[in-house]
């Protein structure tokens, strides 16, 4: 038998980023638990209608474009306005674009703050506050082990994906009394649809997996139970946290991935 402490009926969850990849599997697993789920999309209509369909047919779809603070205060009084009180936040919805670190513009910083951070706090303002008025409620957010283990030509992103961990920390030690939680789930080599010309190169596939101690790449349902758990109330004594969904990757390459290296 199920047990109750991980069941989502009644919630009512807003999953950013919802039409491919992670969020999907994401949005899935949140609705198989019970939880009633919004979706948010940019340019993906037709992916996030699937996901819907998957759902229910009355699931809501919702577009905006994060990388425009305008359209990011916006879309969160939308959200509020229509369908009243969010209990789950999934702060999934995300770009990464990749510069040489010496080419590194403006724009390309600019864009990255809206939609990898700036988003993360207009949607908590707007939606954490009635959360703790409540006594419930939970924001988990997408991380990146590079967080952790960052690359030259990600250097916005990797950056930006630390400082999202801060800024959930920083509001989980205000909030945490009044019944909400905010975590960070953090990736590592995910196959999703955005990199699968990547991942259909042996080379490529042999190269990353080399490195993972458990010998192989994730998929976006690998991620959904983390997600799904902090969601719930056997969770709620977690708060502040970063779990890492990376095969083991964050703790160092696998054994014998470096010449003579024994572990």
Not at 18 to 27: E, K, Q, T, Y
Request: glycine residues 10%; hydrophobic residues 45%; aromatic residues 6%.
């Amino acid at each position: 038998m199920t047990s109750p402490c991980f069941s989502l009926k009644g919630r009512r969850a807003l999953v950013t980023g919802a039409s491919s990849g992670i969020g999907r599997a994401v949005a899935l697993g949140l609705a198989e638990q019970g939880a009633g789920v919004i979706l948010h999309h940019f340019g993906n209509e037709t992916g996030a209608r699937e996901v819907a369909r998957a759902i229910g047919d009355d699931t809501p779809v919702l577009e905006a474009d994060f990388t425009d603070q305008r359209a990011i205060a916006a879309f969160a009084d939308n959200v509020v306005n229509r369908y009243g009180p969010i209990d789950i936040l999934i702060a999934n919805a995300a770009i990464e674009r990749r510069l040489p670190w010496q080419e590194v513009d403006e724009a390309h910083i600019n864009a990255h703050v809206a939609a990898n951070f700036s988003a993360l706090l207009a949607l908590t303002g707007k939606l954490v506050p009635p959360m703790a008025e409540r006594g419930w409620g939970r924001v988990i957010a997408t991380g990146s082990i590079m967080a952790a283990r960052p690359r030259a030509e990600t250097v916005v992103y990797a950056s930006l994906k630390a400082a999202q961990l801060t800024a959930v920390r920083a509001i989980a030690r205000d909030v945490g009394h009044r019944g909400v939680t905010l975590n960070v789930v953090s990736p590592g080599a995910i196959q999703i649809e955005a990199n699968a010309e990547r991942y259909s190169d042996p080379e490529f596939l042999k190269a990353v997996t080399a490195k993972i101690p458990v010998g192989r790449q994730g998929q976006p349902e690998d991620l959904v139970g983390a997600f799904v758990f902090l969601c719930s109330d056997a969770a709620s004594y977690i708060t502040g946290a970063n779990i890492p969904v990376d095969g083991g990757w964050s703790i160092g390459d696998a054994p014998g991935t470096l010449p003579g290296a024994s572990g």
